[in-house]
Nanobody, 127 residues
Framework: QVQLVESGGGLVQAGGSLRLSCAVSGRTFSTYAMGWFRQAPGKEREFVAGISWSLGSTYYADSVKGRFTISRDNVKNTVYLQMNSLEVEDTAVYYC????????????????????WGQGTQVAVSS
């Protein structure tokens, strides 16, 4: 079993920055990849960013490329999402995700590519 605990969400003005953290506990030795999804009110859940745990390779949604950076600390078993130049459209609940196997993807960008989900942390960007 794996537990994911997110933190770092909040309210920020457009153009500002936030850093999300996700601490992993449990069967961390089986980590293949981790990432972040988000879901805005009335919209489907969408992929934001992912990272290969062993290689550190990253993959981003086009909507956040150049503004968001995903990183991981293998010792602390924590994944981060640094969000800069935030836009009102980035307002959503952000979910940390954990994949134990590849299932054919280098870095999954679809919900079914991940085995565990965090509870979510709210990010609100005001104009």
């Amino acid at each position: 079993q794996v537990q994911l605990v997110e933190s770092g969400g909040g309210l920020v003005q457009a153009g500002g920055s936030l850093r999300l953290s996700c601490a992993v506990s449990g069967r961390t030795f089986s980590t293949y990849a981790m990432g972040w999804f988000r879901q805005a009110p009335g919209k489907e859940r969408e992929f934001v960013a992912g990272i290969s745990w062993s290689l550190g390779s990253t993959y981003y949604a086009d909507s956040v490329k150049g503004r968001f950076t995903i990183s991981r600390d293998n010792v602390k078993n924590t994944v981060y999402l640094q969000m800069n130049s935030l836009e009102v459209e980035d307002t959503a609940v952000y979910y940390c995700v954990f994949a134990a196997t590849s299932r054919g993807w280098l870095i999954p960008a679809v919900p079914r590519g991940y085995d565990y989900w965090g509870q979510g942390t709210q990010v609100a960007v005001s104009s």
